[in-house]
């Protein structure tokens, strides 16, 4: 299938979904970011075009909130919802696999580990736009989504003790954000990663600059 059409394909069925996906930070902006993230690494790897663009458009093709039980499981979900979108439209059924594999392993709640090189593109693509401007204004609309506390006022920035990002947004830049880099699958995207994560820590600084002293 030709790689624009495929895109095409993807994009109207991404797009069919919007209306039910409640979650702000996994909607279809989320997805077209993840998909240029993508591209930018497939263009320094030997890797396959139509799999990492499919998997990339299809990652989030089923979406559970943050605090659900079932969390883990979603990117298993998405990846037979995504197999049955691909049959559907006639796609290449020997690729089918490579997808879902794909797509599977993208997510860090789900905690598996990629094996193609695609799989690690379509990882390293999604985890970086949890890094940088994005990755701030994704990183506090999700906070306070979920209610969560700015910060620990007796200890913002996690010095003497254990991040709990379950009650403070900011503690999740050191459970997990300034961790992603190292992390990383690909070359190109640890030198992205890297970057985005220099300005995370610039604004680290200015916030902590900004909160009283009594809050510390």
Known sequence: ??????????REYISSLADANTDTAHDLNHTERVVENAKLILSKENADEEVTIAAAWLHDCVVLPKNDPDRHAASTMAANKAIQFLQKIGFDEKKHEDIAHAIKVHSFSADMKPRTLEAKIVQDADRLDALGAIGLARCFLVGGSLNRSLYNRMDPFCVSREPDDTRFTVDHFYSKLF??????????????????????????????????????
Do not use: N, W, Y
């Open 179 to 216: 961790k992603l880099p190292d992390l990383m699958k690909t070359e190109t995207g640890k030198k992205e990663a890297r970057k985005r994560v220099d300005f995370m820590k610039e604004f680290i600084k200015q916030l902590h600059r900004e909160i009283p002293e009594s809050g510390r």
């Open 1 to 10: 299938m030709d790689i624009q059409l495929l895109e095409k394909r993807c």
